[in-house]
T-cell receptor, first 112, second 113 residues
């Protein structure tokens, strides 16, 4: 069964450093999303992406964040200058354009 | 108005019992209501979903009940098993492509022997 994959599974970084989280969406999906989940809290929407453009972004997705589809398979989330409060699980999701979204296993980001 | 409220926060059910988790929403533009199951250290997995044109949807031991007038929906897990122990999130999204999911706060379910 096709699935969303994410790398790395765990990323540790120093405050102020740049990180890039990578996702490979399901191959025939065209809509891509990033969500985050701070430990013990609910899953929060960050950004949606379609046709090489951001469709929607949340208040969390400020200028420190960016997304890119650098090739036909990868979808990345970049945080330019990490803060302590960016520590969370980051989930990538994809869909065909229906409302069903399929999530990856997540990347645990720890900012020290 | 974008919130989805979920209760209870945690739930302990004996094996074989019925687990019931409730959610409520305010935004009448929501028209898709999925439930996700999440095990520790894993991503949310789509379990079952419903649209407002039906009042109930059943898949195996999992049933969603939907009350459009009350703007509430619930997940029922029949014959609960220890393997069902996980965190369950309700969510909602509006009609349209690339529509974001708004999640509830989650319910930690523990099924005891």
């Amino acid at each position: 069964e096709p699935e969303v994959t994410q790398t790395p599974s765990h990323q540790v970084t120093q405050m102020g450093q740049e990180v890039i989280l990578r996702c490979v969406p399901i191959s025939n999906h065209l809509y891509f999303y990033w969500y985050r989940q701070i430990l013990g809290q609910k899953v929060e929407f960050l950004v949606s992406f379609y046709n090489n453009e951001i469709s929607e972004k949340s208040e969390i997705f400020d200028d420190q964040f960016s997304v890119e589809r650098p090739d036909g398979s990868n979808f990345t989330l970049k945080i330019r200058s990490t803060k302590l409060e960016d520590s969370a699980m980051y989930f990538c999701a994809s869909s065909t354009g229906t409302q069903e979204q399929f999530f990856g296993p997540g990347t645990r980001l720890t900012v020290l | 108005q974008q919130q989805v409220k979920q209760s209870p926060q945690s739930l302990i059910v004996q094996k074989g019992g019925i687990s019931i988790i409730n959610c409520a929403y305010e935004n009448t533009a929501f028209d898709y209501f999925p439930w996700y199951q999440q095990f520790p250290g894993k991503g949310p997995a789509l379990l079952i979903a419903i649209r407002p044109d039906v009042s109930e949807k059943k898949e195996g031991r999992f049933t969603i009940s939907f009350n459009k007038s009350a703007k509430q929906f619930s997940l029922h897990i029949m014959d609960s098993q220890p393997g069902d122990s996980a965190t369950y999130f309700c969510a909602a999204s509006k009609r349209g492509t690339a529509s974001k999911l708004t999640f509830g706060t989650g319910t930690r379910l523990q099924v005891t022997l």
